[in-house]
C-alpha cells in the first residue's frame, strides 16, 4: 500500500449508464456534428484510480454542447481497474494486471502476449488511430498544480498553448517504461501531411473536488471549442 497524507474527497462516479455506445465497445460514446471537422478523442480512467477526469467528463456528457464541426469520441477506458477502486487503498486499482500506459507500440499491440489492459488497449486501438486529437485526463497521486504534458514535439507545445489554459506546460520524452497513449502512432510523429496532434492533461489530484475536477473540465471543454 502506497501511504498518502490526504483523503479522497471524490466520491467515484457511477459510469454504469455509459457501457453502451454506438461503436460495440463498452464505454465509448461518440458524438458527430454532421458537418467535416477533426475527430476529438477524450480519454478518462487510463488509470482506475484518477478518476477526477471520469468525472469531469460525465459532467460533460450530461450536457454536451451542440458541436459546430467534426466529432467527439468519450472514453472511460480502465473500467474494471476502475471498478476495484476503494478508499481504502486508492492507489492499488491503478491497474490489474500491467499499466495501461505503458502498452502502445505496434509490437507490443500485435505481440503475443495477453493481459486485461491489452485486451482494452486493443479493443480501442481502431477508434485511438481514427483521432486526429486526443486529450487525455489524468490526476496526480499529490497535490500540485494543474499542468499539461504536451510530449517532445512542436506540434504537442501549440496544441497546449492554443488551448490558453492557465497550466504549467511539461514536455517531456516519454516513459522508459513504455510508450504512452498521448505518444502512440501518428500522435507522436513529426508533422507530415496529415498528422494528428494530442496533449496529456494532468490535474492536481484525485482527491481534492475543487482542484482537481475543474482542470480536467475545462481543459477538454476548451480543446473541442
Same mark, same amino acid.
Given at each position: 500500500?502506497?501511504?498518502? /497524507?490526504?483523503?479522497?474527497?471524490?466520491?467515484? +462516479?457511477?459510469?454504469?449508464?455509459?457501457?453502451? $455506445?454506438?461503436?460495440?465497445? /463498452?464505454?465509448?460514446?461518440?458524438?458527430?456534428?454532421?458537418?467535416?471537422?477533426?475527430?476529438?478523442?477524450? *480519454?478518462?480512467?487510463?488509470?482506475?484510480?484518477?478518476? *477526477?477526469?471520469?468525472?469531469?467528463? !460525465?459532467?460533460?456528457?450530461?450536457?454536451?454542447?451542440?458541436?459546430?464541426?467534426?466529432?467527439?469520441?468519450?472514453?472511460?477506458?480502465?473500467?474494471?481497474?476502475?471498478?476495484?477502486?476503494? &478508499?481504502?487503498? +486508492?492507489?492499488?486499482?491503478?491497474?490489474?494486471?500491467?499499466?495501461?500506459?505503458?502498452?502502445?507500440?505496434?509490437?507490443?499491440? !500485435? $505481440?503475443?502476449?495477453?493481459? =486485461?489492459?491489452?485486451? =482494452?488497449?486493443? /479493443?480501442?486501438? =481502431?477508434?485511438?488511430?481514427?483521432? /486526429?486529437?486526443?486529450?487525455?485526463?489524468?490526476?496526480?497521486?499529490?497535490?500540485?498544480?494543474?499542468?499539461?504534458? *504536451? @510530449?517532445?514535439?512542436?506540434?504537442?507545445?501549440?496544441?497546449?498553448?492554443?488551448?490558453?489554459? +492557465?497550466?504549467?506546460?511539461?514536455?517531456?520524452? @516519454?516513459?522508459?517504461? @513504455?510508450?504512452?497513449?498521448?505518444?502512440?502512432?501518428?500522435? @507522436?510523429?513529426?508533422?507530415?501531411?496529415?498528422?494528428?496532434?494530442?496533449?496529456?492533461?494532468?490535474?492536481?489530484?484525485?482527491?481534492?473536488?475543487?482542484?482537481?475536477? &475543474?482542470?480536467? *473540465?475545462?481543459?477538454?471543454?476548451?480543446?473541442?471549442?
Amino acid at each position: 500500500m502506497i501511504e498518502t /497524507d490526504e483523503p479522497v474527497a471524490i466520491a467515484p +462516479p457511477d459510469l454504469a449508464e455509459y457501457r453502451h $455506445g454506438p461503436f460495440g465497445v /463498452d464505454f465509448v460514446q461518440h458524438f458527430d456534428s454532421g458537418s467535416p471537422g477533426p475527430h476529438v478523442l477524450v *480519454c478518462a480512467l487510463v488509470h482506475g484510480n484518477e478518476y *477526477c477526469g471520469a468525472v469531469a467528463l !460525465d459532467q460533460w456528457l450530461r450536457a454536451p454542447p451542440n458541436l459546430r464541426a467534426g466529432r467527439v469520441t468519450a472514453a472511460f477506458v480502465n473500467m474494471a481497474a476502475f471498478g476495484q477502486f476503494t &478508499a481504502g487503498d +486508492p492507489h492499488a486499482s491503478r491497474f490489474l494486471d500491467e499499466d495501461f500506459n505503458r502498452l502502445w507500440t505496434p509490437e507490443v499491440l !500485435d $505481440g503475443p502476449r495477453s493481459s =486485461r489492459e491489452l485486451t =482494452r488497449a486493443r /479493443d480501442l486501438r =481502431r477508434l485511438v488511430d481514427e483521432a /486526429d486529437f486526443l486529450l487525455d485526463l489524468h490526476s496526480m497521486q499529490y497535490s500540485s498544480p494543474p499542468l499539461l504534458m *504536451c @510530449g517532445p514535439l512542436e506540434k504537442g507545445r501549440h496544441l497546449a498553448f492554443a488551448l490558453g489554459l +492557465p497550466y504549467d506546460v511539461i514536455a517531456d520524452a @516519454g516513459h522508459r517504461a @513504455g510508450r504512452r497513449l498521448r505518444d502512440y502512432g501518428g500522435f @507522436g510523429a513529426r508533422p507530415a501531411r496529415r498528422t494528428p496532434c494530442s496533449s496529456n492533461a494532468v490535474s492536481t489530484g484525485q482527491r481534492t473536488a475543487s482542484l482537481s475536477q &475543474a482542470p480536467s *473540465c475545462g481543459g477538454f471543454s476548451r480543446i473541442l471549442a
